[in-house]
T-cell receptor
């Protein structure tokens, strides 16, 4: 019941920008989109989140379309250490009314030398 | 420093034994979660708790049990009923509707 869809894998050259897309056409107007990444055998690491405005922090930028149906995570100058699985996720409200973040399989980003 | 701590990092279990994984947070987060991850797969939700003394089953709760007696602690017991327990287990916490903070994980192996 993931509310987001992402490509399975992407490649990027070291030093270039990595642009990771995510479709989330069914999220509601007050639901944030979160991005995490997971390097092999570690816990996922928070990157950034946003509602409708573009966001930037020291790690990445998040561009959200005006209709909020999709977003793009941008790593401006990818390094080899950015090789990881990147998850785009949103909150899901269960039938019982509780809430949880649902992780899909994410995008495996490989940064090549 | 605030954070979330999982222990142990590696755990070995004999078939038929129960084993408990520890998860402690000092972030004053209301909600806590347990996920299981198999090689090359995404995270699957086992159990979650949004308030002390209350918890809900996730997508793969069979063979697992939890308790939430304190806000800071959410231990996961892998019982003998879990037929394929070898996996990487991740604990997370959050404020309600906020981002997650994850622990560093426990790798459980059945020997």
């Amino acid at each position: 019941d993931a509310k987001t869809t992402q490509p399975t894998s992407m490649d990027c050259a070291e030093g270039r920008a990595a642009n990771l897309p995510c479709n989330h056409s069914t999220i509601s107007g007050n639901e944030y989109v979160y991005w995490y990444r997971q390097i092999h055998s570690q816990g996922p690491q928070y990157i950034i989140h946003g509602l409708k405005n573009n966001e930037t922090n020291e790690m990445a930028s998040l561009i959200i379309t005006e209709d909020r149906k999709s977003s793009t995570l941008i790593l401006p100058h990818a390094t080899l250490r950015d090789t990881a699985v990147y998850y785009c996720i949103a909150w899901v409200v269960t039938q019982g009314g509780s809430e949880k973040l649902v992780f899909g399989k994410g995008t495996k980003l490989t940064v090549n030398p | 420093d605030g954070g979330i701590t999982q222990s142990p990092k590696y755990l070995f279990r004999k078939e038929g034994q129960n084993v408990t994984l520890s998860c402690e947070q000092n972030l004053n987060h209301d909600a806590m979660y347990w996920y299981r991850q198999d090689p090359g797969q995404g995270l699957r939700l086992i159990y979650y708790s949004q308030i002390v003394n209350d918890f809900q089953k996730g997508d793969i709760a069979e063979g697992y049990s939890v308790s939430r007696e304190k806000k800071e602690s959410f231990p996961l017991t892998v019982t003998s009923a879990q037929k394929n327990p070898t996996a990487f287990y991740l604990c997370a916490s959050s404020i309600l509707r906020g981002g997650y903070t994850f622990g560093s994980g426990t790798r459980l192996t059945v020997v």
